[in-house]
């Protein structure tokens, strides 16, 4: 039916205990790599899927180095999701060529998210995490909307500039209802490799105060090091290729804090 939105139906996913979103205000400030690291430091604790909904940016299967797979479909024509490091992954890359821009907009795009939804065969989870394209367009507003959202976990960097975006993504979270688990400041600083020196990347802005107005914890810090960016790339996560390395912890705490907001 013209104008009738695929979501105005949505329920609860089979046998899914909670969804938790992973959201940003900007693009490149490391919402997919926390994303996927923290879905993998949760998977240590409970059965967890990943959906890759950055459909403007697919990158999580090329993180997991499953950008070459393809799906599979059940004998009903249910979607099986790929199964990578013990973590049960769908994006729409999987559906869509990585290099071709994607241009679908309206039923189409919600055609897609809906299907994420009803036909991909999860099976049991405790915790699907979303990663959800940045901003606050129509698709994120939708998705907050007409799924049941347990929380979610903002990422920003610490200056002003990804700041001023990040607080109108809580803010439409504050609107539709959903709880933020907390934030987690990526790239927060930098270990000079020489003498192990703090080096403030980008410049400390409001953040602090910001977040102790709106009582929102902050639930992480992630430093800027070339072992995410290049495990990342290598398609084996840091909290996969070194879990034992800093970041590597600090995901894992991340994710004891999610698993307690959860009562899991
Ligand atoms: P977003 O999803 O916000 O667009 P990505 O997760 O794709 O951002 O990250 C953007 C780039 O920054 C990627 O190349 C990623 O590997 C890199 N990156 C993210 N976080 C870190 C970090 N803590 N240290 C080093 N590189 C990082």
Request: no cysteine; glycine share 8%; proline share 6%.
């Amino acid at each position: 039916m013209a104008g009738m939105n695929p979501f105005e139906q949505q329920k609860q996913i089979p046998n899914v205990k909670h969804i938790i979103a992973v959201s940003s205000g900007k693009g490149g400030v490391g919402k997919s790599t926390v994303a996927t690291n923290l879905a993998l430091a949760l998977s240590q604790h409970a059965k967890v899927g990943l959906l890759d909904a950055d459909i403007y940016g697919p990158s999580i299967p090329r993180m997991l180095g499953a950008n070459q797979q393809k799906l599979s479909f059940s004998a009903d024509g249910k979607i099986q999701p790929l199964v990578k490091f013990g973590l049960k992954i769908m994006s729409i890359g999987f559906l869509v060529d990585e290099n071709a821009a994607l241009i679908w907009r309206g039923p189409m795009l919600f055609k897609a998210m809906d299907q994420f939804f009803k036909d991909v065969e999860w099976g049991d989870l405790d915790i699907l995490v979303i990663d959800l394209p940045p901003g606050t367009g129509d698709v994120q507003l939708t998705m907050a909307q007409k799924i049941p959202i347990s929380g979610a976990v903002m990422v920003s960097t610490p200056q002003n500039i990804a700041l001023t975006d990040v607080k109108k993504a809580i803010d439409m979270f504050d609107k539709v209802k959903i709880p933020i688990i907390g934030l987690v400041e990526n790239m927060s600083y930098m270990l000079n490799p020489i003498n192990g020196e703090k080096i403030q990347l980008f410049p400390k802005g409001d953040l602090e105060s910001y977040l102790d107005s709106k009582k929102i914890q902050k639930i992480g810090t992630i430093p800027f090091h070339t072992q995410v960016s290049i495990s990342s790339e290598s398609g084996i996560p840091i909290v996969e290729a070194n879990p034992n390395s800093d970041e590597g912890v600090a995901f894992d705490q991340i994710s004891k804090k999610v698993i307690s907001f959860l009562k899991l």
